[in-house]
């Protein structure tokens, strides 16, 4: 597939096609949810995830739909507490929690730095934090929350691709030198990274999607993380819509999922985990779907691999 795009992919571009986002409480966060995962101890915990309500990432990647959920302006005093208060009762037999807030969470437009230290009290009780830092917003803020909790920071960095030009064009405004650095700065002060990566972004074919996960898997480990997620690229933010229609991005499958997550966890060299979200989306066949979904999860909890669905599709 060509590199070459007709359309600028620039910030303005790709805000300028967007559809509308949705409606959501500055004081609630727009979601939550409780699930099993397996911690860097190798122990299968329950894991709450608060999506927090709070303006938007500063970034504007073009494979991006975070966005959807946030707001335009910086959300009240006070509001992220809140969100966080309300969330942890349902959240009480989680030993990890997930701060994912659709951006940084060390950008302090969208979660204010005087209020670390309270966000810090009320997640005293959990063994792991885990929050999503853009490399270039990782600094001297992320060891100060860091000094505030008592249980473990990870930091969880979206390398996206390691592919150089792909890269450039995803408008992350990020260079591999800026993740390295992240992830060192990071590791000097023993907070573990996780690095999200993108199994076939815009401007590839199948089998290229596969090769630079593959190989953005390797570079994230040697580069210091303890933990990859690959995320099957989607569409539905306006500008992948017409980057598909113009024969710019396709759809990852399965298949091309499994295979990957197959081999990262062959490397050896840390967890690796598939993302299941919305999983559907990427399948062409009912009759195994199931199984493979079945099939994901079981190896992102165990982190073994296990025979291969065999299927006549
Ligand atoms: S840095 Fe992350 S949250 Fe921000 S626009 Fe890019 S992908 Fe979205
Ligand atoms: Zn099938």
């Not at 000097?188 to 593959?214: C, D, T």
Request: net charge neutral; with cysteine.
């Amino acid at each position: 597939m060509s590199n070459d795009s007709v359309f600028p992919l620039d910030s303005e571009w790709i805000v300028s096609n967007r559809p509308k986002r949705n409606k959501i409480d500055p004081l609630k966060p727009y979601d939550w949810i409780v699930e099993k995962e397996l911690s860097f101890d190798r122990k299968i915990k329950d894991t709450g995830t608060i999506f927090l309500s709070n303006k938007e990432c500063s970034f504007k990647c073009l494979m991006c739909d975070l966005w959807k959920n946030t707001t335009i302006t910086s959300t009240p005093p006070g509001a992220i507490i809140n969100q966080i208060n309300l969330t942890l009762p349902y959240m009480k037999k989680a030993k990890q929690i997930k701060l994912y807030n659709s951006g940084s969470f060390f950008d302090e437009k969208s979660i204010p730095f005087d209020e670390y230290q309270k966000i810090a009290s009320l997640i005293a009780g959990f063994e792991t934090v885990i929050v999503e830092g853009h490399p270039r917003l990782v600094n001297k803020k992320s060891l100060y929350f860091n000094d505030l909790l008592s249980g473990d920071l990870e930091v969880a960095i979206g390398l996206e691709t390691i592919h150089p030009e792909i890269l450039r064009k995803l408008n992350k405004k990020m260079t591999l030198q800026d993740f390295s650095k992240a992830v060192r700065f990071l590791s000097n002060h023993q907070i573990r990274s996780r690095a999200f990566i993108l199994l076939r972004p815009p401007f590839m074919s199948e089998s290229e999607g596969v090769y630079w996960a593959k190989k953005s898997i390797e570079f994230a480990f040697d580069n210091g993380v303890e933990c990859c997620t690959v995320i099957p690229v989607r569409p539905g933010n306006g500008a992948m819509d017409l980057l598909m229609a113009s024969g710019d991005f396709s759809k990852p499958s399965l298949e091309s999922l499994e295979e990957v997550l197959d081999f990262g966890i062959a490397l050896g060299a840390g967890r690796v985990f598939a993302d299941t979200w919305d999983l559907e989306l990427f399948s062409t066949c009912d009759t195994c779907f199931d199984e493979r979904r079945l099939r994901l999860e079981k190896i992102n909890l165990s982190q073994e691999q296990t025979e291969q669905i065999k299927c006549s599709c």
